[in-house]
Nanobody, 121 residues
Framework: QVQLVESGGGLVQPGGSLRLSCAASGSILSIKVARWFSQGPGQQPQFVAQIDNYGNTKYRDSAEGRFTISKDTAKNTIYLQMNTLKPEDTAVYFC???????????????WGQGTQVTVSS
């Protein structure tokens, strides 16, 4: 069974940086598309970044230029480098991936449990 586990969250001062990791485990053939979402306090989840099988990326406006999504194919791991963090970035960050995990099975979407990012002085 495929599982996604996020890590790397924590407390950081405004202007600081964090790198989040999303490790996919199981019998994975390939990760087709991976995304990060965030859910701030009192807010609904929102899209942060996306990377596809070819390395093409997309970002929400507030993340563009500050955040970078990347992947390590050999490790089945997705990263989110977060620079110049702001208090409004405070949220639980969730990893989502569309994964080809078995021959003859349709590509399915999986979610991690989330990792807390707190930006505060």
């Amino acid at each position: 069974q495929v599982q996604l586990v996020e890590s790397g969250g924590g407390l950081v001062q405004p202007g600081g940086s964090l790198r989040l990791s999303c490790a996919a485990s199981g019998s994975i053939l390939s990760i087709k598309v991976a995304r990060w979402f965030s859910q701030g306090p009192g807010q609904q989840p929102q899209f942060v970044a996306q990377i596809d099988n070819y390395g093409n990326t997309k970002y929400r406006d507030s993340a563009e230029g500050r955040f970078t999504i990347s992947k390590d194919t050999a490790k089945n791991t997705i990263y989110l480098q977060m620079n110049t963090l702001k208090p409004e970035d405070t949220a639980v960050y969730f990893c989502n991936a569309e994964i080809d995990y078995a021959v003859g099975q349709p590509i399915q979407s999986f979610w991690g449990q989330g990792t807390q990012v707190t930006v505060s002085s």
